[in-house]
Every structure is written in structure tokens, then in C-alpha cells.
């Protein structure tokens, strides 16, 4: 991997072998900063510009449980929300995201899952490295976003970050930008595998709050 959190093609494979495993400690990275959540900080702004921590959590129960549907039945829907599986997600967002997170860990651990290799996402068929990935990098950095927005200086893991860094730019392009994500900042050449996967993905590692 080079500095700018690129990889060569044979650990871009080795990487996407093991996204289920990436998947539940990124998984866990995220419930575990679940426990700084209070009622006073929900309506607290965090990194993504577009929500306060509600929202966040509420978008992040919502992406948990498109992974879910890959797992049990191999297909993801494209552009309907999920009911919660949380009564009353709205007022307790912290609550559906456990219970969403426990589903998820619990399906993705079976062998039906196991056994897949193709989820269809909105009618295009992915492999099923590729989608537990990709939820790898969305769940462990929005579990990032959860601890700054509640004020805690809570850093990625760094080895899990390291192999997110390697998988992200095959998973985000200038496409991308700035609809999913905001434009690349500089990390810093003293900056860690945690700090340069915040910086691609266009947060800003050290600003915040």
C-alpha cells in the first residue's frame, strides 16, 4: 500500500477474502461507542454535515439492516427505507442500532451466509466480499462519527483501519464525490492508518468537535 491508501491486486484480494470478519469488528468498534450516547447528545451536530446524531444512528439502524437482508436472503433493495426492528427507533435510535447490530452479527455467522457468494444489490449482482466490505468501512467509520459527536476522542483501531484504508479507494471514486462523500482532505505525513482513512473519506480526523 502506498501513502494515499492504495493497494496492489493481490492484497486488494487477500483483504476482500475476509470481509465478514472486517465486517464484525467494524461492527464492534461502532456498538461499542454506542455506550457514550445520551439523551442530551442525540440532537448534537456530528461529521456527517447532513445529520445530528439521531439521524445518524437512525441512517446507520437503516444500513445495518440492508446488510441483514444480504445475509438471509441474498438481495438488498435499493432506495426504501427499512422498518425498524427497534419498537420506537425514533426515540430510542441507540436501542435499534443494538439490536439491529446483534441481528446482523448473528446472520452473517450462519452458513447459509457463509455459503453465499453473490448478493444482488437493486438488481446488480456483487460478490458477497465486496457488500460485507464495503459495510465494514461504513459501519466502523459512522462508529467513529458516534464518539466524536458525543464529544470522546475514541481513534479507529488501527489495524482495522489499516485494511479499510487498503479496500476504500476500490470503493470510492471521484464518482462518488461529493454526493456519499466529501472531497479528500490532507491527513498529515505524520498521520496514522485511522487518520488517513477519516481523511479519504473526507472528514476532517483532527478538528473535531
Do not use: Q
Not at 89 to 98: G, Y
Not at 152 to 172: G, I, M, T, Y
Amino acid at each position: 500500500m502506498n501513502s494515499g491508501g492504495e493497494c496492489d491486486d493481490a492484497s486488494a484480494v487477500a483483504l476482500l477474502t475476509a470481509g465478514v470478519s472486517l465486517l464484525e469488528r467494524g461492527l464492534g468498534y461502532a456498538l461499542g461507542n454506542l455506550s457514550l450516547v445520551t439523551p442530551a447528545t442525540l440532537a448534537n451536530p456530528t461529521p456527517c454535515a447532513d445529520w445530528d446524531l439521531r439521524g445518524l444512528l437512525l441512517h446507520l439502524d437503516d444500513s445495518l439492516g440492508a446488510l441483514c437482508e444480504a445475509a438471509a436472503a441474498g438481495t438488498i433493495a435499493v432506495g426504501s427505507a427499512r422498518p425498524p426492528i427497534a419498537p420506537a427507533a425514533s426515540a430510542d435510535p441507540v436501542a435499534a442500532v443494538r439490536a439491529r447490530g446483534r441481528m446482523l452479527l448473528g446472520l452473517w455467522s450462519g452458513s447459509d451466509a457463509n455459503d453465499r457468494e453473490t448478493i444482488s444489490v437493486g438488481g446488480t449482482p456483487l460478490t458477497a466480499a465486496i457488500v460485507t466490505s464495503t459495510g465494514a468501512i461504513e459501519t466502523a467509520v459512522h462508529g467513529w462519527d458516534i464518539a466524536r459527536a458525543c464529544g470522546a476522542d475514541r481513534p479507529l483501531p488501527e489495524a482495522l483501519a489499516e485494511e479499510l484504508l487498503e479496500l476504500a479507494p476500490l470503493f470510492v471514486s471521484a464518482a462518488d464525490r461529493p454526493v456519499r462523500f466529501a472531497l479528500p482532505r490532507e491527513a498529515g505525513v505524520e498521520a496514522g492508518s485511522g487518520e488517513r482513512l477519516l481523511a479519504f473519506l473526507g472528514r476532517d480526523p483532527y478538528g473535531w468537535p
